[in-house]
């Protein structure tokens, strides 16, 4: 049934879309119109999978109908969600972990891979502290995403803290308490369910008028959690929040998480990547004292979705959280330490690293710190163009994410979100909105390493357009 014509029709096409992808999804609205009933009759009255069909219609097919009804993140002009531009070098990455459906449970399965990867962890890792990844000083994997790194975070400070915690889960343990900010990612909250300690035992601190976590209430809300009998197991500070990308005062919380025997854990799965830049970096201070970090890969290391990072100072809570033990599974690799699946979340794992290598390696740190600097750049280009067309910027970042308002906008006329539809719907830029203080602003972020100043110009015309009573 396979036909190796059509076969190598399919993959003509997608090289040739390929190297002239950033040309290509420039042409192109940023969103689609769909609505996702329409979609829906559209698609299956379109393809019966049922059937089974020649590939190369097929994948002409597919493409299709991706090109029309998917938000283009690698648009220069998608100012969204941390969702980024991808290095053509990490597709490659990406298409060999397929190609060769690396399996990366089991050292002897995966060694090349494993090891690849763990060079890539070992070098970024440097940039927050966390140097050693290639010996046993640090545990450091790559994850599915932040979501999954923030809920190793917390297993780890779980095992570290009750070492009981393995056997006899969250039951057996006295009532526990995890701090982060109100504008921390609610991924947390997820870890804390899937983890067996439910939502309320996450508390929300507040934040200064610079979105930044306020210590002082920290420091109350562990005492008066201690006077109740509930302890401080975990505080998370946020290096890069995703509404403001504001970055929590991470010294001064780590030093109260250690003063009160609490893990403390950072959150970077967008700013770590500042770390590559040594201009930046100082952002990050404190991030080195922290017990783990989460960092995505593809966040803004320009790599397609799948590669988040965790970055961990104790390997035994990270063995202890993990570990299990088989018949079934091939014998440990003895010096080399434990098997990847007894000591991450995951089990059959895809090679989500190659893609990192590959990135990391043709750029090398310094073309990173460049790409990284340069959308930082942007941003404050960004700011001075806002600031001339009379709109007033709301968060304190060094980070490129631009949150932003004015007098019409505060008094509705017209609303945040009446703006960010109409932008989205005349399909030239994509930005979004979010509450701040009560009141809806608007929110770009840029995403993407080929944004260029021009972008930014259309972006504007695009606000005084839109932002029309
Ligand atoms: C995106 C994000 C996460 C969640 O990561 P995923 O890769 O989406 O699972 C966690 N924390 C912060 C600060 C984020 O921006």
């Known amino acids: ?145 932040g979501n999954e790194a923030n809920l190793s975070a917390l297993q780890c ?119 590559v830049s040594k201009r930046l970096r100082e952002a990050l201070d404190g991030i080195a004292q922290a017990d783990s970090v989460t960092w995505d890969a593809h966040k803004w290391l320009s790599v397609p979705i799948g590669a988040g990072m965790f970055f961990c100072r104790h390997p035994a809570a990270a063995a202890r959280a993990f570990a299990v033990q088989t018949g079934y599974m091939p014998p440990a690799a003895g010096e080399l330490g434990a098997e990847p699946y007894a000591v991450t979340a995951q089990w059959t794992r895809r090679a989500l690293g190659l893609k990192v290598v590959m990135a990391l390696g043709e750029l090398g740190l310094d073309g990173y710190a460049r790409l990284i600097e340069r959308q930082a750049d942007l941003g404050e280009t960004l700011r001075k163009l806002l600031k001339r067309d009379g709109w007033s910027i709301v968060n304190d970042t060094p980070l490129p994410v631009v949150c932003f308002t004015n007098d019409a906008l505060r008094e509705g006329a017209p609303e945040p979100a009446t703006v960010v539809e109409r932008i989205q719907q005349r399909g030239a830029c994509w930005i979004s909105s979010l509450p701040w203080r009560g009141e809806p602003v608007l929110r770009a972020c840029i995403t993407s390493y080929q944004t260029t100043e021009l972008d930014l110009e259309v972006l504007l015309a695009e606000l005084r357009e839109c932002a029309r009573p």
């Open 1 to 145: 049934m396979a036909d190796p014509e059509r076969l190598k029709q399919a993959w003509d096409e997608f090289l040739l879309e390929a190297l002239d992808w950033e040309r290509v999804v420039r042409e192109w609205r940023v969103a689609p119109r769909a609505t996702p009933a329409d979609l829906r009759v559209h698609l299956y009255s379109r393809f019966d999978l049922a059937r089974g069909m020649p590939v190369d219609t097929l994948f002409l097919r597919v493409r299709e109908e991706l090109r029309a009804a998917l938000t283009h993140v690698t648009h220069p002009r998608y100012f969204g969600l941390f969702n980024p531009s991808v290095r053509p070098a990490a597709v490659l990455g990406d298409a060999l972990a397929s190609l060769y459906n690396a399996q990366l449970a089991a050292w002897g399965h995966g060694a090349a891979a494993i090891e690849l990867e763990r060079l890539a962890l070992e070098t970024l890792g440097r940039g927050i502290g966390f140097e050693g990844a290639s010996s046993a000083g640090i545990h450091a994997t790559f994850t599915s995403g």
């Open 157 to 275: 400070a779980l095992a570290h803290r009750y070492p009981q915690w393995a056997a006899v889960g969250a039951r057996g343990l006295p009532p526990v308490r995890i701090y982060v900010s109100e504008l921390g990612h609610h991924s947390v909250l997820k870890a804390a369910r899937m983890s067996g300690l439910g939502d309320r035992s996450v508390l929300e601190l507040p934040c200064d008028a610079r979105q930044r976590l306020d210590a002082t209430a920290l420091r109350e809300a562990i005492e008066t959690d201690r006077a109740e009998g509930i302890e401080p197991l975990m505080v998370v500070g946020t290096a890069g929040t995703t509404g403001f990308g504001s970055i929590d005062p991470l010294p001064m919380i780590g030093g109260i998480a250690r003063g009160y025997g609490a893990w403390f854990h950072v959150d970077a799965a967008w700013g770590g990547a500042a770390s």
